[in-house]
């Protein structure tokens, strides 16, 4: 049977969520695609006894320039070393796979034009919707469409905290509190309530649908840390629920986007993704809408998603 | 460049659909696969003034026993001749798309089997949920989770009848009437307010998810057609709407399954899937809670489902 070795680059959160599906599962990943899928070794500079310790590397090097590494699973987050890691990794020949939204959507040109050059695998699944097979479709399933439209819910945070308001009748800071105390905002919640973390996600997705790189940073983005009670409560006299949105339209060949609270009619699919649950909403010239709904973080949804693409690999070479 | 050449058998609303994305989006198909996609063939018993006359032919030979063809799709429906046909096409080296449920479910073992017997390829996307790629993503970017459970609401007919009899409070053979005056009824709706449409979906998606046949004559299947304005009124009453639910479920080892109307509560995502809309919401040990949502029928979207698969045949093939 053939074999793939997989190389993680921090096994924190997701990329610890990956090594556990690859661990459990491994069994039906094999049977799945007839090759056996292996951890090989994790970098990490810290103390990780819960992992095996033969696993273990401090040194970049035992992966990026290991010739037994088939596979490099990239989840430091960080947009460095990060991108250097993943740019070294193909141009050794290895497949890339990473969660890390930040460094896609910063060098979204040079890693896609990295793996091209390199004749190698880069997907990305995890670094949209978490574990939403969402890439997979729209460059897949999807792609005999025109893509006209995305609107995308696509950070947990601020849907968590949009529809505690909403629910509750509570306030934006009571909230964001409460969500940080249950661990579904950071302590420096910046780029999510400010829409930063969104804007990366919109960037990946503009690239893939409408083959068009805007950086993160030319696009309009307006968090939600302003909208207040009275807000929510105006949207809902008109039968409305605030969302942030992510969202881009392609009309007469130019591609606009936004990332911004938006009203959405409570008849529309998206209003009904509630707390930390992500969906992505997209329209082709020939499917029509399709919204694609799930867990946008955590460590087994996220990992579902790179394991998803580890699988895709495994099918590939063999 | 290389070619891809395309025998469409039935092309009817669904195959005409797929004739129709493979002309207007034959650019963005070349562009995205570097494979030029080309339709080859048209079977039809009856003239066809609509497509261009060197097309068509009403002999299967000239499709299933040809060699220029490389991708046979079958848009028939009906269990015979379909299945004979693509089981020759198959024997004769043509990968097959389908998007009929019927066939896949009756003969699944055998046409899965010829796939990998003659090694070529066997999609059918198309044959659940019209162009939402639910199938595709269980058997890829998911494909690193033990599935756990899957509720679908996979025809529209009857989400359309069960939506309109809890928006109008109207009864249910008023509203039958009504969704066969628009197009969204057979004049015999017997397949449809049945489940048995509903069956042969949820026999195909028991079969990928869970690796298990369950011929859909042996799936408990209870329609709609008893279902009254008080059932509805009294889901309300407790919250909830009433769906025609395809639904499977693995407990012990062992896969349960039934399409029966169900209570669905409000909150949930499958609630708001309204009208002739289908969604399919599945649990994975991983991934949690995921839902696809989409056109479960219609020219454009099934024929959007059917185009992926070709696609995903030119990719390989590259």
Chains 1, 2 share one sequence.
Do not use: W
């Not at 070795?5 to 094999?30: R, S």
């Not at 695609?33 to 810290?46: M, N, Y």
């Not at 910046?190 to 409408?210: Q, R, Y």
């Amino acid at each position: 049977m053939k074999k793939l070795n997989v190389g993680i680059l921090g096994p924190g959160t997701v990329g610890g969520g990956a090594y556990e599906i690859l661990t459990k599962n491994k069994d039906v990943i094999e049977k799945r695609t007839g090759v056996s899928v292996e951890v090989f070794k994790l970098l990490t500079r810290r103390p990780r006894p819960e992992f095996p310790a033969e696993l273990l590397t401090d040194d970049p090097d035992d992966i990026l320039n290991n010739p037994d590494v088939n596979v490099v699973v990239e989840t430091m987050g960080g947009i460095q070393p990060a991108t250097s890691f993943m740019l070294q990794a193909m141009k050794n020949g290895k497949h890339v796979v990473t969660a890390n939204k930040a460094a896609v959507a910063a060098n979204y040109e040079e890693l896609t034009g990295a793996a091209l050059e390199n004749e190698v695998k880069f997907l990305f699944e995890a670094s949209v919707g978490g574990g939403i097979p969402v890439l997979t479709a729209i460059q897949n399933a999807l792609s005999g469409n025109n893509f006209l439209e995305v609107m995308g819910i696509v950070n947990g945070t601020t849907n968590y905290i949009l529809t505690k308001m909403t629910e509750d009748g509570a306030d934006y800071k009571d909230v964001l509190k409460d969500a940080q105390a249950k661990g579904f905002a950071e302590a420096d919640p910046t780029a999510d309530v400010e829409g930063i973390d969104a804007a990366n996600k919109l960037c990946i997705l503009t690239a893939l649908l409408f083959d068009k790189y805007i950086a993160p940073s030319d696009i309009p983005t307006t968090g939600i840390s302003q909208i207040t009670g009275t807000d929510i409560a105006a949207a809902a006299e008109e039968g409305c629920k605030i969302k942030l949105i992510a969202h881009a339209t392609l009309k007469d060949g130019q591609v606009s986007c936004s990332v911004a609270p938006e009203k959405i009619p409570n008849s529309h699919p998206l209003a009904g993704v509630s707390n930390e649950f992500n969906a992505v909403y997209i329209t082709g010239d020939m499917v029509g809408e399709v919204m694609f709904y799930g867990k946008g973080a955590g460590a087994l949804p996220t990992g579902s998603a790179i394991v998803g693409d580890i699988i895709s690999i495994a099918k590939e070479i063999k």
